[in-house]
T-cell receptor, first 111, second 113 residues
Framework: SQQGEEDPQALSIQEGENATMNCSYK?????LQWYRQNSGRGLVHLIL?????REKHSGRLRVTLDTSKKSSSLLITASRAADTASYFC???????????FGKGNQVVVIP | DAGVIQSPRHEVTEMGQEVTLRCKPI?????LFWYRQTMMRGLELLIY????????DSGMPEDRFSAKMPNASFSTLKIQPSEPRDSAVYFC???????????FGPGTRLLVL
């Protein structure tokens, strides 16, 4: 089945820096979503970008989508210690009615 | 809104025992998903329901796993008999029909000894 893959797998940055993580996928999609998971918690939806969109913003989050390269990136600007979490991309394959999650990208923000 | 509720939060059992995980979706959500998360395999979709009907159970690992949704506000995932390789965090998520965003519960951390 469809599988998003994040890259890099782990990122450690100083508070205030920007964090960028990437996701690639293999087939055509309806939309791509990013979720955050804090340690020991469930996943929380962050942002959704549709296949006909190229860029979307939500607060300190910026997501891009390049359907020709089948890739997406998530940028967190001015990171905070509270942004420490794992970030997952999930692809919604058109007509499939289900999400395929990547392995996750661990981000540690050092105060 | 209480969000998706899962119980128990932690379960430790011995190999061969029956395990039942429970989920209460958000009121008004008509799609429900069961996922399993492990370090090796990441987050895997096991089964999902639409309007209480199982739509796709292709992710259920084997016959030892079964899931039910007797009504719109309750679902169970049962493992019988349990094995050590079933140790994982099991998440339930729900969604409003026609919307893409899924809302996850806190998960059940299962350890099978």
């Amino acid at each position: 089945s469809q599988q998003g893959e994040e890259d890099p797998q782990a990122l450690s940055i100083q508070e205030g820096e920007n964090a960028t993580m990437n996701c690639s996928y293999k087939t055509s999609i309806n939309n791509l979503q990013w979720y955050r998971q804090n340690s020991g918690r469930g996943l929380v939806h962050l942002i959704l970008i549709r296949s006909n969109e190229r860029e979307k913003h939500s607060g300190r989050l910026r997501v891009t989508l390049d359907t020709s390269k089948k890739s997406s990136s998530l940028l967190i600007t001015a990171s905070r210690a509270a942004d420490t979490a794992s970030y997952f991309c999930a692809t919604d394959v058109y007509g499939n009615n289900r999400l395929a999650f990547g392995k996750g990208n661990q981000v540690v923000v050092i105060p | 809104d209480a969000g998706v509720i899962q119980s128990p939060r932690h379960e430790v059992t011995e190999m061969g025992q029956e395990v039942t995980l429970r989920c209460k979706p958000i009121s008004g959500h008509n799609s429900l998903f069961w996922y399993r998360q492990t370090m090796m395999r990441g987050l895997e979709l096991l089964i999902y329901f639409n309007n209480n009907v199982p739509i796709d159970d292709s992710g259920m690992p084997e016959d030892r796993f079964s899931a039910k949704m007797p009504n719109a506000s309750f679902s169970t995932l049962k493992i019988q008999p349990s094995e050590p390789r079933d140790s994982a965090v099991y998440f339930c998520a729900s969604r409003v029909g026609g919307r893409e965003t899924q809302y996850f519960g806190p998960g059940t951390r299962l350890l099978v000894l």
